[in-house]
């Protein structure tokens, strides 16, 4: 019962935060949906596993979190520096 | 152990749902990047960690097991470290590519892109360096 009501708030947030994914003007926006979206995914592993009666569903959760990060802050070095001769950034922003 | 659990487990699972669904509904509602950076970041992360609680009480009470607890204890230490990291990251990367912060009515903050760029060096006074090369 409580696993259940985690995870159908946690569906429903993610609905939401895809709803941002699709419109957000910016890559930002969209970038921070993703992030947002993948946090919630680790807890939505976990707590189906809680759910299952099967806690080694943690072990996902725990890889996912890591890809997570490094997946967001790789893909934003990409977008925060699109042309390094335009001058727009200074040495110190690299 | 039922009633322990009811009694901790249930308030505390409404919270992070709360926290969850209130960071979700201002992700969509709020009106630029900056805004929606915060409602997102601060109740990711409060949201992650009190429902982490949450299954660290039933791995403590109800399976019993340390390595299950131990995991938990992992997700939610790194969480609290990666989601504000990642949230800083991404706003400074905003504010360097110009991106301008706006009100609720769509005004914008700043004057201008060049502005905002200034606004997320780490050293304020880097870009004379740059006109100086040119």
């Known amino acids: 019962m409580l696993f259940s009501v985690i995870a159908i708030a946690l569906l429903v947030a993610m609905l939401l935060t895809l709803v941002r994914a699709l419109a957000g003007p910016t890559a930002f926006d969209r970038l921070l949906a993703v992030n947002s979206f993948g946090t919630k995914t680790v807890l939505l592993i976990a707590v189906a596993g809680f759910l299952m009666g099967r806690p080694e569903f943690l072990d996902i959760a725990l890889s996912y979190a890591l890809i997570n990060f490094l997946g967001t802050v790789a893909v934003l070095k990409y977008f925060e520096l699109p042309d390094p001769d335009s001058g727009h950034y200074a040495e110190d922003d690299y | 152990m039922e009633l322990l659990l009811g009694v ?46 949450v299954l660290l009480l039933y791995a403590v009470f109800v399976y019993g097991s340390a390595m299950v607890a131990i995991k938990l204890l992992l997700i939610m230490g790194f969480t609290l470290f990666t989601a504000p990291t990642a949230s800083h990251v991404l706003a400074k990367a905003a504010l360097l590519s110009g991106l301008v912060p706006v009100d609720g009515k769509g005004e914008p903050l700043l004057e201008s892109s060049e502005q905002a760029t200034q606004l997320g060096r780490s050293r304020p006074d880097a870009s004379s360096a740059v006109q100086e090369k040119r």
């Open chain 2, 8 to 53: 901790l487990a249930w308030p505390l699972a409404i919270l992070g749902m709360i926290f969850l669904i209130a960071g979700a509904v201002g992700m969509t509602r709020l009106p630029d990047l900056y805004t929606r950076l915060h409602a997102a970041s601060v109740t990711d992360t409060g949201g992650t960690l009190v429902i982490g609680l």
